[in-house]
């Protein structure tokens, strides 16, 4: 089991910046992928970014190429997800998940998740 516990969400004005974190505990020895997903009101949960164990292959969804880095601390078993830019269509709650298969957007493809850091961008 892998408990995922992100922070660092909250109210921003649209081209301002946050950084979500999240904090990994448990059978953290494992080779997860690490990804973010995000849930908008009333909308599915869409990818937004993901990254390797070893930290060296990332992507990420068109919708935030450019303005999102996702980054890991394997000592600290931490994934932390830098947002640059924010639109007000980047308003949602932002989702920490591992797995283990590389290359998915899909949620079903992760099998740990956290609850969630809500993220607020004003226009």
């Known amino acids: 089991q892998v408990q995922l516990v992100e922070s660092g969400g909250g109210l921003v004005q649209a081209g301002g910046s946050l950084r979500l974190s999240c904090a990994a505990s448990?059978?953290?020895?494992?080779?997860?992928?690490m990804a973010w997903f995000r849930q908008a009101p009333g909308k599915e949960r869409d990818f937004v970014a993901a990254?390797?164990?070893?930290?060296?292959?990332?992507y990420y969804a068109d919708s935030v190429k450019g303005r999102f880095t996702i980054s890991r601390d394997n000592a600290k078993n931490t994934v932390d997800l830098r947002m640059n830019s924010l639109k007000p269509e980047d308003t949602a709650v932002y989702y920490c998940?591992?797995?283990?298969?590389?290359?998915?957007?899909?949620?079903?493809?992760?099998?740990?998740w956290g609850k969630g850091t809500q993220v607020t961008v004003s226009s």
């Open positions: 998940a591992a797995g283990q298969i590389w290359g998915s957007r899909y949620s079903y493809a992760y099998t740990y």
């Open positions: 448990g059978r953290t020895d494992s080779s997860y992928v």
């Open positions: 990254i390797s164990w070893s930290g060296e292959n990332t």
